[in-house]
């Protein structure tokens, strides 16, 4: 039988309070998130406590509530730090604009931004407000910031406002805000083993045994998406080209730092996989020879035979389906990205393809940040901005879960099973 309290049972909840008119409505919230079974613990800004005293969540939630920053619990530990530590996830609930320039800002001032600087768990907001502050560039600026730093926005909806006025920046209904947090932890194991192959970092292609043709890739991006994948619950083989970042733990890596290495690691690997997100740099042509000694200078220019590499993708792409697994590509491309990407998702048999502007005025190679489209067969995907590149890993993720469970043939059912075994 399934546990009918869903995946909040258990889950430690800190409900973030602060000072809108819409604090009431953290009361249901708080109520509604108890009767899934989440132990909720609430923190609220001084302002908040003006408008709900803390007794009412006291009494809903059986646990004291946290308002001051300066605060120790009865062990004579800090309030907000013990209560950082033991979140499954922090929601904020109303959070007004004031709080969202608070947190944006990285300022610990009361105890909610105390809570959600503190904490490791993700982050859940919900914004109320007045339509003029939500709509101004300030707030639209620190939403965005939060968001970059992983936070859920749960948006404010239209409808009256306090001021009598109508518009958007009403905290979306307590029913809502439930939703999000279900989905939170329903993505937390969405990869449950699954099988994911992910490619990373840049080739060196050798022109004698101390020099090499080679590129700027760090496999920054490949790493995050591995990452994510592990924390989601895949089993993860990363096929770790050049990289200037630390190679992951929990991933089985194998190393791979020649375009023709790479080739034979990925070829091993993805047959066995569900996934395949090549993220790798990886060098299209190499020098014809590699000297087997060091090249002397003699004062004549020196010719490389350049000859192009094997296609890693379009031959993981050619696999029989039975043994080809959902396959996503990146392009990086300086010009007319679209066009290029959809010849390339089409030409190599890709089922998803990530593209990147390059060369331009924001150069992604390196960088801690991406901004990102996803094409499918049917063109663009997504209109994602700027944003660090573990949360364009999350997206991906969230895509390519989706794309790739609706791509899988259903699974037998057991009657089929069973009828299948007899034949
Ligand atoms: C009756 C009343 C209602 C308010 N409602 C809101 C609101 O919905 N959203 C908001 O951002 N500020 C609202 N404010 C202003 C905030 O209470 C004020 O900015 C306060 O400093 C917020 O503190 P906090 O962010 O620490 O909770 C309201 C003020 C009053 C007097």
Same mark, same amino acid.
Request: glycine share 8%; hydrophobic share 45%.
């Given at each position: 039988? $399934?546990?009918?309290?869903? $995946?909040?049972?258990?889950?430690?909840?800190?409900?973030?309070?602060?000072?809108?008119?819409?604090?009431?409505?953290?009361?249901?919230?708080?109520?509604?998130?108890?009767?899934?079974?989440?132990?909720?613990?609430?923190?609220?800004?001084?302002?908040?406590?003006?408008?709900?005293?803390?007794?009412?969540?006291?009494?809903?939630?059986?646990?004291?509530?946290?308002?001051?920053?300066?605060?120790?619990?009865?062990?004579?530990?800090?309030?907000?730090?013990?209560?950082?530590?033991?979140?499954?996830?922090?929601?904020?609930?109303?959070?007004?604009?004031?709080?969202?320039?608070?947190?944006?800002?990285?300022?610990?001032?009361?105890?909610?931004?105390?809570?959600?600087?503190?904490?490791?768990?993700?982050?859940?907001?919900?914004?109320?407000?007045?339509?003029?502050?939500?709509?101004?560039?300030?707030?639209?600026?620190?939403?965005?910031?939060?968001?970059?730093?992983?936070?859920?926005?749960?948006?404010?909806?239209?409808?009256?406002?306090?001021?009598?006025?109508?518009?958007?920046?009403?905290?979306?209904?307590?029913?809502?805000?439930?939703?999000?947090?279900?989905?939170?932890?329903?993505?937390?194991?969405?990869?449950?083993?699954?099988?994911?192959?992910?490619?990373?970092?840049?080739?060196?292609?050798?022109?004698?045994?101390?020099?090499?043709?080679?590129?700027?890739?760090?496999?920054?991006?490949?790493?995050?998406?591995?990452?994510?994948?592990?924390?989601?619950?895949?089993?993860?083989?990363?096929?770790?080209?050049?990289?200037?970042?630390?190679?992951?733990?929990?991933?089985?890596?194998?190393?791979?730092? $020649?375009?023709?290495?790479?080739?034979?690691?990925?070829?091993?690997?993805?047959?066995?996989?569900?996934?395949?997100?090549?993220?790798?740099?990886?060098?299209?042509?190499?020098?014809?020879?590699?000297?087997? *000694?060091?090249?002397?200078?003699?004062?004549?220019?020196?010719?490389? $035979?350049?000859?192009?590499?094997?296609?890693?993708?379009?031959?993981?792409?050619?696999?029989?389906?039975?043994?080809?697994?959902?396959?996503?590509?990146?392009?990086?491309?300086?010009?007319?990205?679209?066009?290029?990407?959809?010849?390339?998702?089409?030409?190599?048999?890709?089922?998803?393809?990530?593209?990147?502007?390059?060369?331009?005025?924001?150069?992604?190679?390196?960088?801690?940040?991406?901004?990102?489209?996803?094409?499918?067969?049917?063109?663009?995907?997504?209109?994602?901005?700027?944003?660090?590149?573990?949360?364009?890993?999350?997206?991906?993720?969230?895509?390519?879960?989706?794309?790739?469970?609706?791509?899988?043939?259903?699974?037998? *059912?057991?009657?089929?099973?069973?009828?299948?075994?007899?034949?």
């Amino acid at each position: 039988m $399934t546990d009918s309290r869903g $995946t909040l049972a258990g889950r430690r909840i800190v409900v973030g309070v602060a000072g809108s008119i819409a604090a009431y409505k953290a009361v249901a919230l708080v109520r509604l998130l108890g009767e899934r079974g989440a132990v909720v613990d609430v923190a609220m800004t001084p302002s908040a406590t003006q408008f709900v005293g803390p007794l009412t969540f006291e009494s809903l939630t059986h646990r004291p509530v946290v308002d001051d920053v300066l605060e120790l619990d009865a062990d004579q530990q800090i309030a907000h730090i013990e209560l950082a530590e033991a979140a499954d996830a922090v929601v904020i609930a109303p959070a007004t604009a004031n709080l969202l320039a608070v947190l944006a800002a990285g300022l610990v001032q009361d105890a909610v931004s105390a809570v959600a600087c503190a904490s490791r768990a993700p982050v859940i907001v919900a914004p109320a407000m007045d339509a003029g502050m939500w709509t101004h560039p300030a707030t639209q600026r620190n939403a965005e910031t939060l968001r970059g730093y992983g936070y859920r926005i749960v948006e404010p909806e239209v409808g009256s406002l306090a001021s009598g006025l109508t518009g958007v920046g009403r905290l979306a209904e307590p029913p809502t805000i439930v939703d999000a947090v279900e989905r939170l932890f329903a993505r937390a194991g969405d990869l449950d083993g699954v099988r994911v192959v992910v490619s990373a970092g840049g080739t060196r292609e050798p022109i004698d045994p101390v020099r090499f043709i080679g590129n700027r890739s760090s496999g920054k991006m490949g790493v995050a998406i591995a990452e994510a994948a592990r924390d989601r619950g895949a089993s993860v083989t990363l096929v770790a080209g050049v990289m200037s970042v630390t190679q992951p733990r929990g991933v089985e890596v194998v190393d791979a730092t $020649t375009a023709s290495t790479m080739r034979e690691a990925v070829l091993r690997h993805a047959p066995g996989a569900d996934i395949l997100v090549m993220a790798a740099a990886v060098s299209d042509f190499a020098p014809q020879r590699a000297s087997g *000694s060091k090249i002397k200078r003699d004062g004549s220019s020196l010719a490389i $035979t350049l000859v192009p590499n094997p296609d890693i993708i379009a031959e993981v792409g050619e696999m029989p389906e039975e043994v080809r697994p959902f396959l996503i590509g990146f392009a990086a491309e300086s010009d007319d990205l679209e066009a290029n990407a959809a010849a390339k998702l089409r030409d190599k048999g890709l089922d998803l393809i990530v593209g990147n502007v390059v060369g331009g005025p924001f150069d992604a190679i390196g960088s801690d940040e991406n901004k990102v489209t996803v094409f499918g067969a049917e063109g663009a995907l997504t209109d994602w901005p700027m944003l660090p590149k573990r949360q364009v890993a999350e997206r991906l993720w969230d895509l390519i879960a989706d794309r790739w469970r609706a791509a899988r043939p259903a699974e037998p *059912s057991e009657g089929q099973a069973r009828r299948s075994r007899r034949r």
